[in-house]
């Protein structure tokens, strides 16, 4: 078979069972806290018709959403967020969810972009959004969230970065940007975390902004202070146990996308080059674009992948490779039923085990196999061990073996 065939598609990965175990122990992780905020589980489908996504994001943006057409000719699109599909949810189910509601939403999103370190074209995002509140305890409450997830990943070292929407159309309108440029000019300056000054100004002066105007922007944006509301939601996320050095106002931060309308915030992790691994902010008007229905709303959307190769940089992740804790070896093709009732006694007792699956039963085999892949304990059970109802327990971390009775075996690995 042609070897390109067998790569996946550029953007694309596979997850072996080392990194998938690394995902599925963050989304639990992530899933509780969400629950512990009281935000409800919520899914949406991967395809959904392109007349819903387009116009929402901005052009830039949507020159990413992967759109085509079904085998029954429709346009249809991958979802590039999970929010402009819950708008659609809100629009159709408004009635029947208990407003305010809080809802998360776990899955993969898709966007034809370059790929680079920290940025692929399938990547899950792991969202959260109050909606139907204009409180800005609401806004806090999600700032607050996403400080917990933070902190209760095991990260130290990171800040949350707010801004007010409103800051940025005052600015620009003071320095006399023409309204059809605005979101792009907005789009330009949401780059100025990862390029320099030089860069964006080329890039505007590339979209027509002329010098002076470009250096009024920029020193304005230098100067700004926060808004009433803003501060009014610093304050209640200090309330909230946000710690007050963790919350940092930033003129610059834009939010590329076109329909947030004022508080915007990122998370990033001090040291990590991958860029922001959370972003959001309030977006008050998106689902009255689908709806007569105007249904204020915050959130935000937690990038996996990133979040978990901070985690793997600043090493995160218990040292356990396996959810196997053990393996129930095979003596011989004589005594494998011996080690089933062992394996099925071990699960009984919630203890994760396997019994090897081989026909070739000899002993240094299965270590290899145990070893490859960082199971914890070996249980022996030989024909002596069979009389005396014992198995040996060997710790494979630190070489101890010991003879242990059957009945004891559950509570004894428990122990250790």
Known sequence: MNQVILQPLKGFRDFLPDEAR????????????????????????????????????????????????????????????????????LAMYHQKLAMPWRRYQIQPVWRADKPQKGRYREITHCDADIFGSKSAISDAECIALADQIFAQLGFGEYKIYLNDRNILFDIINFVSIPQELQFSVIASIDKLDRKTKEEVADELRQKGINELTIKHLFDHLDNATPTQSLLAVMKHCQELGVPKDKIIFEARLARGLDYYTSTIFEVK??????????????????????????????????????????MNQFGLFPPDKSATKVLVSVFSRDLIDESAIVVANLRENNINAEIYPSEDTRLDKQLKYADKKGIRFLVVIGPEEVKKNKVILKDLQTGKQEDTRLMDLPSKIKSL
């Open 269 to 310: 992790i001090d040291n990590y080059l991958g860029g922001s691994v959370l972003g959001g902010g309030r977006y008050d008007h998106l689902i009255k674009k689908l709806c007569d229905v105007d249904i204020p709303a915050v959130g935000f959307a937690l990038g996996l992948d990133r979040t978990i190769d901070a």
């Open 22 to 89: 690394k995902r599925k122990l963050v989304i639990s992780k992530v899933s509780q806290i969400f629950e512990l905020f009281g935000f409800e589980p919520l899914e949406t489908p991967a395809l959904e018709y392109q007349e819903l996504l387009l116009g929402k994001y901005g052009q830039e943006a949507e020159k990413l959403v992967y759109k085509f057409k079904d085998n029954g000719g429709r346009d249809v699109a991958l979802r590039y967020d999970q929010t402009v599909p819950t708008a659609r949810i």
